[in-house]
């Protein structure tokens, strides 16, 4: 019987830690990328995430973050699970990723197991991890590894879970055969797109974090522009409209295994006035070791009142893209 390959042994001990999908890409600078980060920062689309700029070096030659470095390990976990949010008033919506526990610690630690057992594995090797809170650009690593595509909201779109996958990476001094990079499946469809409520997606393939309610929720900090607070559809942290939309979702979410990324009790639909009223210390109490602690005190609140004094209206199935119909990926209504 042959023996296992490097890439065999390490995809088995990565889905072993719960990932579910694996793939790899050459440690070289990403000059295409590089090129589009130049001119998203350009543009001003990163809005107050300062350390974008800061850290774009970086982000584009992984051998800045790991000397050495010769192979890229991409890492994916799905973190689906299928509770759809309601329509009843009085309720916000949190994004489906934060349902559960903080993704950095939960992936961090089987991320810091993986690259521990590689060293181990391959004495003398060197390796570091990365998540999205570190200087790497996890997107266009799933892309070159074969994990996924870059959808047209920007996220990475997957032929097995959708784009409802966190992802991680693995640099490694390893060298290790590369898998093909990932082919577009977007096709002509532009739901997306059209879903936007704000107009974030300002073109294919790029977004403006001053428009996207995911950076408004989350990022943001201080008042709110007027146009946009009547947009907001009851989204208090984050927002999935683009994600729901997606026929690559439709046809192939499946429910996370993961235990800490389901939902916590009240996260799903939580009741506005019983947040509302929390003081720091209760409300820091309810999101500990939850993404949604990243929007502070005084940011959710701020969106709580904003989704408040719209009258925290329903949603009615049929506005801003919100059909649950199943056409196939690719397909579009036009």
Not at 45 to 65: C, E, I, N
Not at 201 to 226: A, N
Not at 252 to 257: G, N, V
Request: proline residues 5%; hydrophobic residues 35%.
């Amino acid at each position: 019987m042959n023996s296992m390959t490097d890439r065999e042994k390490i995809e088995a001990r990565a889905r072993a830690l719960g990932f579910c999908a694996v793939g790899f890409a050459r440690a070289t600078v990403l000059e295409e990328e590089q090129l589009h980060l130049e001119e998203w920062l350009g543009r001003g689309f990163q809005a107050s995430m300062a350390w974008m700029d800061r850290t774009a070096g970086t982000r584009t030659d992984p051998r800045r973050y790991l000397p050495g470095a010769r192979t890229v390990i991409s890492l994916a976990m799905n973190y689906y699970s299928p509770e759809e949010h309601g329509g009843e008033k009085g309720r916000g919506k949190i994004s489906r990723y934060a349902w559960g526990d903080d993704y950095h610690d939960l992936i961090g630690i089987r991320l810091a197991d993986l690259g521990e057992w590689l060293e181990g594995e391959y004495p003398g090797e060197k390796t570091r991890w990365a998540v999205d809170s570190r200087p790497v650009m996890e997107k266009a690593w799933a892309v070159r590894a074969g994990i996924g595509w870059l959808g047209k909201h920007t996220n990475v779109i997957t032929r097995s879970h959708g784009s409802w996958i966190f992802l991680g990476e693995i640099l490694t001094t390893l060298e290790v055969d590369p898998d093909p990079p990932a082919i577009d499946h977007c096709g002509s469809c532009t739901r997306c797109i059209e879903a936007c409520p704000t107009a974030a997606i300002v073109e294919p393939y790029l977004v403006d974090s001053r428009l996207c309610l995911s950076y408004l929720t989350i990022e943001h900090r201080g008042p709110v522009p007027g146009d946009i607070r009547d947009r907001y559809e009851r989204w208090i942290f984050g927002c999935d409209i683009c994600q729901d939309v997606c026929p690559w979702n439709h046809k192939f979410s499946c429910e996370t295994s993961e235990p800490g990324l389901r939902p916590r009790d009240g996260f799903v639909d939580p009741v506005l006035e019983e947040w509302r009223i929390l003081t720091t210390d209760e409300l820091r109490e309810r999101v500990r070791g939850s993404p949604v602690g990243r929007a502070k005190y005084d940011g959710l609140m701020r969106n709580i009142d904003i989704v408040m004094e719209a009258g925290t209206k329903t949603d009615d199935g049929a506005s801003h893209g919100h059909d649950k119909s199943r056409k196939a990926p690719g397909e579009t209504d036009r």
